[in-house]
């Protein structure tokens, strides 16, 4: 089965830039999303298609995915982006997430 | 705006059978994929498996053999089976709206509208 690698955590700085990242094999060649999950909420999703950003989620959200890796990036970031953040792909009929990364301002 | 309800016992004992209801509101269920996510306290997200309104499905291989889901278009709701139970069944259960389809020579699935979870607990 088909498997995905993040980082447990990441921290950064208010102001300074996240790199969330998530490894698979040919990820590149898969239409990657992201999810931003807060405590005691439900799942947001912020990044689909690799790169697009659904409606309402702020411009310092983007994403990229190239090769056997897929980022997320956050510019600017500030404490209210602090929450778990998963990728996740589609791969033999089967939606497939990362194991998730918690994201700390610090 | 679409908004999803999952319904069902917070309760069920091992062995038993695992039934939950997600009902949608502001939209209709037709011409979407319907997905069903779980997450054990503390951990990450697991994919149950989806449903297409015409009632076509996929599940997670991992669970197929325990793994049920169902569609009622006329009520817009579907729903998830999931039998023979444990304890490491035990977890929020979301439901959730994933729009699905190819574009330039690539399959895409996300899910961009989740209902607010419901716990379940496995115990006797």
């Known amino acids: 089965s088909y498997e995905l690698t993040q980082s447990p955590s990441v921290s950064v700085y208010p102001g300074q830039t996240a790199s969330i990242t998530c490894s698979g094999d040919?990820?590149?060649?898969?239409?990657a999303c992201w999810y931003q999950q807060k405590p005691g909420q439900s799942p947001v999703l912020v990044i689909y298609?690799?790169?697009k950003r659904p409606s309402g989620i702020p411009e310092r959200f983007s994403g990229s995915n190239s090769g056997n890796t897929a980022t997320l990036t956050i510019s600017g970031t500030q404490a209210m982006d602090e929450a778990d953040y998963y990728c996740?792909?589609?791969?033999?009929?089967?939606?497939?997430f990362g194991g998730g990364t918690k994201l700390t301002v610090l | 705006q679409v908004q999803l309800q999952e319904s069902g016992p917070g309760l069920v004992k091992p062995s038993e059978t695992l039934s939950l209801t997600c009902t949608v509101s502001?939209?209709?269920?037709?011409?979407?994929?319907w997905s069903w996510i779980r997450q054990p306290a503390g951990k990450g997200l697991e994919w149950i498996g989806r449903i297409y309104s015409s009632g076509s499905t996929n599940y997670n291989p991992s669970l197929k053999s325990r793994v049920t889901m169902s569609v009622d278009t006329s009520k817009n709701q579907f729903s998830l089976n999931l039998n023979s139970v444990t304890a490491a069944d035990a977890a929020v259960y979301f439901c959730?709206?994933?729009?699905?389809?190819?574009?330039?020579?690539?399959?895409?699935?996300?899910?961009?509208?989740w209902g607010k979870g419901t716990t379940v607990t496995v115990s006797s």
């Open positions: 502001g939209g209709s269920i037709s011409s979407y994929y």
């Open positions: 959730a709206r994933a729009p699905s389809g190819t574009t330039t020579g690539y399959y895409y699935y996300y899910m961009d509208v």
């Open positions: 040919k990820l590149g060649d898969k239409y």
């Open positions: 996740q792909v589609w791969d033999s009929s089967t939606g497939v």
């Open positions: 298609q690799d790169s």
